[in-house]
């Protein structure tokens, strides 16, 4: 007879602290295998990208750190996890996997319908438990402020390692499970990028909480500014170094200790909006690829592959676009209002369709979280159509939130010998003033793709007039059912939810 034993399958929860399935498995008493598995399918998936893995790496090794005194392994596989469960399978009695319920993409949807084949063929228990505030085969969001405060509001569930058994994989195992190296760019620490790990997760959440936070609002939606007053918690919770109840629980009690409402209840909706747009995914999967109201699916059907190239590589001559991008692809974050600003440069300037940049900004974020991503895409793209149409101007959004041109410069070295006016406004240099600055527009930098007024123009008159579309009408009555409180409410609703929380919370 084979030994028995449970898995803890490790997914995006990549910490030892306020962990259900870790907690409710050592409880159980079995022998318990701790289980990651990079699956090469997702590694090469559209909307991933080396920094995604990096930080996943860097999280299971600050986890081992404090399970290895302990003399308990955790154990990271190179394989899909189909076959490393089969393979299991061959030399134990696999009898229950815990896990978190994960909100991904379609791959990882349908991985998780394989796994759940396979237990039920097999005689396995898959026990999952709830992430954060988002909840399962929810069909309204009747009461969900309360059920996302009541999930919050729980005590954290803090396993007891002393009681773990834990199981030892023989060698021949592991051996074929890593034979296909992981690429050695992975192992390799990137300093422009947040390290991962439940370590580095609480240095960061700490000092916002007690010292950065004092600039939040203030700052929020200043491009180089924003990069140290706000929280930069979200890869950690991304990839679950955190979990939301830790978050809300100590900024609740940081804003007793501090008094600092303002900053902090900012701070806490916020939270709050995280699990909101990841609900909206967990209830329409079809939105990683489809219009949310397909009232939309008429208009931007065609893509530029130039125009999206010029996007991407950050040499579109809007210099504020450009320094996003360069910035957002080396050091993997952006600000929300300057990520808001890429897309409706995108979407309405440069009128693409929305899903030609997804995968891109995807691959880009190391915060990448599905379930908020495709949200805010198609709500910056005005694809949900129960949202107010925003257009951002690159120019005058340099002009308030990067005035000196500061950030500009930095990502931009070609414009830094440029006055401030200049760098964000290259293409107003006469000849001559080029001719003093050194400056060989169109050569130095590329002049601007579009003219941003004729396209600005050009989007505004076709959104408003296609809100009209009564599809687009039929479609918004659907979308606020399921995926608001109120039938008469739009998508700003949210800022209002966010503001019940915290009176629901006291
Ligand atoms: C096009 C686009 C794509 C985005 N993609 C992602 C993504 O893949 N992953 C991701 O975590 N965020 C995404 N966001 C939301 C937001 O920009 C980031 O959460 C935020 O900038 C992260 O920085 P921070 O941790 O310092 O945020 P803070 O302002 O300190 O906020 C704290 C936390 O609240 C949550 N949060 C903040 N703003 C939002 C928001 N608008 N919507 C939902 N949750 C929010 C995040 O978890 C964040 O970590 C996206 C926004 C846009 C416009």
Known sequence: M??????????????????A??????????PLLLLYCFEPSWMRHADSDLRHWRFVWESLRDMEARLAPRGIPLYWLHGEVLPVLDALRDIFEVKTIFSHEETGNRLTFDRDLAVADFCKKHGIAWREFQTGGVARRLFNRKNWEQKWVDAMSQPVAEPDFSQWKP?????????????????PA?????????????????????????ERKSQYFKHISKPEEARRSCSRISPYLTWGNLSMRQVWQAARAATEHTGDRYNLGQFTS??????????????????????????????????????VAAWQEGRTGFPLVDACMRCVAATGYLNFRMRSMLVSFLTHQLWQPWQAGVHHLARMFLDYEPGIHYSQFQMQAGTMGVNTIRIYNPVKQAEEHDPEAVFIKKWLPELADLPAPFAREPWKMTALEAAFYQFRPGLDYPAPVVDLEKTSAFAREMLWKHKKDPLVKAENQRILRVHTKRKDADETSVMGDAKTVRRLAG
């Open 270 to 307: 916020r939270l709050f909006w995280h699990c909101h747009f990841i609900q909206k995914l967990e209830a329409e999967c079809r939105m990683e690829f489809e219009n949310l109201n397909r009232g939309f699916d008429s208009i931007r059907t065609e893509t530029d592959p130039a125009l």
């Open 186 to 210: 992975l192992f390799l620490p990137e300093k422009m990028m947040q390290p991962g790990g439940e370590h580095p997760a609480r240095r960061y959440l700490e000092s916002f909480l007690y």
């Open 2 to 19: 084979l030994p028995a034993m449970n898995i803890v399958w490790l997914k995006r929860d990549l910490r030892l602290s306020d962990h």
């Open 167 to 183: 199981v030892v994989l023989p060698d021949d195992f592991l051996q074929k499970f890593r034979a296909n190296p992981l690429p």
């Open 21 to 30: 399935p870790l907690q409710t498995a050592i409880a159980e008493g079995l």
